[in-house]
Structures are given as C-alpha cells and as structure tokens.
C-alpha cells in the first residue's frame, strides 16, 4: 500500500488537498476537505503550513489504519456491514463533511439546489453527524418520502438527484462500494406547478414601479424569451446580433446532457426595447441582478403593488413566455424548439394550461336569459 499527500488545483488560485491510496494496485483518491488559500502574506503562509501538517498527520493516521486492519480479520469485518448495505466501507466518515467539501468545489449554475439538498438532508436526519455507514437503501427511501412531503411538483426529485449524487461522488472516491440510491427512481412530474400571467397581468407590470429597475427589465425579458434566471443573469450583449434580432446562448441548466444546449432565440420588438440600445457596441453584461433570494422579494413586492395576487417567481416568466407561444398558435415542436426543450415531453404540460384557459373563456361568456324557449 501507497499513500500520497497531493495538492489539486480549484478555483480562485486555490489547492484542494487528497490523499492518493494505492492499494492492491489499485489507487483511488481521498478528499481531506483541507484547501491551501491563495496569497504571499505571512498569515496565508503560516495558515497553509498548519494545513500542511494537519494534512500529513491524517495521511500517517490512514497508513497506521490499514496497518490495524491487516492485522484484524478483515473478512469479518466486511460481514459486519450495517444490514441494507451492500459497499464496503474502508473509512466510516461524515457525509455532511463530504457533502460540504463537495458544495465548496462546485461550480454550476444550479448550486442553490445542491445546498437546499444539503440543508433539507440536515433537517431529515436530525443531526449534523451522519456516518456513511448508517446510510442504506430504508434511510434513501425515507429521505425521498420526507421531500415528498414537504414540496410539490418536480422539486422532490431535484433535491433527491443531489443527494444521489453526492453518494456517487463517495463511490467514486471510494468511500462507499456501492450507492445505496441507485436503484431508486423519484417520479417526474410533468404538471405545471407554477402561476401564469396573462398579457393585461404583464402589461399591469411593465406600468407598475418596481424597487429596482434591472429585476424589472430582465423579469419583462424573460416573458418575450423564455430565459431562465441562470442564463439572464450571464446574459452579455455580445449574445445578441442586433442585426437579425438574434440571440445566441448556451443554456446553463442543461450546458452539460442536452444536444438542445446551445439556443438561437429571435427576439421580438419588446425583446429588444428592453435591451436598449442597439447601435452602440457595448459588452459585458445586459442586466446587473442580485441575488437569486433578494430577486424573488422584490417580484413579491412589485407583483402586490401591481394587484397582482399570484405567487410569482422568476420562473413564472419562462412558463408565461411558452403558455403564451401555444395560446398563439405555436406548434408545440416550433414552442419546445423556443424554450430549448430538448424533446416535446416537457412542452406538452403547456397545452393542457391553455385548454382550460380556452375552456374557463369559453364558461365565463353570458348565460342566456332564464325562462325562454326553443
């Protein structure tokens, strides 16, 4: 057996420390969750070396381990897995320290997810100590039904899809042998959850004031485009030919698994206003936004201020912008191929919102007066 202290260059000029673990020629590595800070100062280097040398004892502590455990039976030691287990565990660590390793290294777009699945683990387990040898197939399930529970619509299984895949990231650094979610499947919903404006609900917007202009301008922006809060916020004028109308970007949610990724958008009149001038040659980013939160409080207030008395989110304004596509006679391969859906599975949920917006029209036209005849 081998045992290497390395160092892995992240993001920000910074070092992630891992041990790398030869054993019966094989060499898997294991994160410390230590991380070497950029910089020259004398406390950034004396922080480093400490880290260094915390670093060192844990990598003489994991030989010293694997020296007890060749003495011992390992045999029986295996055979003492936690019941509903079927990995190995060669080191019963915290999955909270992984988890939280795992979200500090991340660098996606959908990062609010992968800590809003972190903290609801948290809330689940009742505790911030959680061995993965305590985490079974019954514990996966009873995560899942708990998400069930508390949310609706397609939020359980984003949570859950994270959970899962930080128990992949353990199997792959050899942590764990095998995940114990990886035959459980959370159901897709289909069903649109959230609310839709109307035309006359998005006019009563654009002539409401609003706290802060730029959440105004991107969230009206988003109802003539379909784009997502990931996509609006990195948004840069570079992405738009203002020669054609034309916006080209490459769509962070599914940047990463779908043929649909990158997106030629056209842009209609009101787009375009909302973007401004068009004959300058600016760059860098069209709209300055804050935080994904701070955003969601000021669309509650200026939506009440407007009398609007819907729960709207951001991402109303993408379901509104493809509800509206179909209510004017899209096609729904001409509306999925707008809102960057890979396949029409996920723009058929539209359809059934404009029926019954077709239907309640239709019901709420004057009754004929009572008592005549035919």
């Known amino acids: 057996m081998g045992i290497k202290l ?26 410390l969750g230590i991380i070497l800070e950029k910089g020259h100062d004398k406390t950034t280097k ?84 959680l061995p993965l040898s305590n985490i079974n197939k019954n514990f996966c399930k009873g995560f899942l039904d708990y998400l069930y529970q508390k949310f609706r619509g397609n939020t359980p299984s984003l949570y859950f899809k994270k959970f899962k895949n930080i128990l992949n990231y353990c199997t792959d650094e050899g942590f764990i042998g095998k995940n114990p979610a990886l035959n459980i499947h959370p159901t897709q919903s289909y069903a649109l959850t959230k609310e839709i404006l109307t035309p006359s609900e998005i006019e009563k917007l654009a002539l409401s004031p609003c706290s802060n202009s730029q959440i105004k301008r991107a969230f009206l922006f988003s109802c003539h485009s379909g784009l997502r809060w990931c996509d609006i916020k990195k948004l840069r004028y570079e992405n738009i030919d203002f020669s054609r ?30 973007i401004g001038d068009q004959t300058s040659e600016k760059k860098g980013l069209i709209f300055t936004l804050p935080s994904h939160a701070r955003a969601l409080r000021i669309i509650n207030a200026w939506t009440k201020n407007a009398g609007i ?31 960057g859906h890979s396949s029409t599975r996920h723009t058929e949920k539209y359809i059934h919102i404009v029926d019954r917006q077709k239907q309640k029209a239709v019901d709420n036209l004057p009754d004929l007066p009572t008592g005549i005849t035919f």
């Open 245 to 274: 109308n034309l916006l080209r970007i490459t769509q962070q949610k599914v940047s990463s698994h779908s043929g649909s990724a990158v997106l030629f958008l056209n842009l209609n009149n009101s787009a375009m206003r909302i």
């Open 6 to 31: 390395i160092k892995k260059k992240i993001s920000g000029g910074r070092q992630s420390l891992y041990l790398s673990i030869c054993t019966n020629g094989k060499r898997k590595k294991e994160a």
């Open 46 to 129: 004396d922080m480093n070396r400490i880290k260094l040398t915390i670093a060192h004892s844990l990598q003489v502590k994991r030989e010293l381990d694997y020296l007890l455990r060749k003495i011992s039976d390992h045999n029986t030691i295996l055979q003492q897995s936690p019941p509903g287990n079927e990995g190995i565990y060669e080191n019963d660590r915290n999955l909270f320290d992984i988890f939280s390793h795992y979200i500090d290294n991340y660098t996606k777009a959908d990062l609010r997810i992968l800590k809003a699945s972190y903290n609801h683990l948290l809330e689940y387990s009742k505790t911030n100590i």
């Open 309 to 339: 008395n819907k729960h709207i989110s951001f991402h109303c304004a993408r379901h509104t912008f493809i509800t509206m596509l179909i209510d004017n006679g899209a096609g729904i391969k001409t509306a999925a191929s707008l809102a």
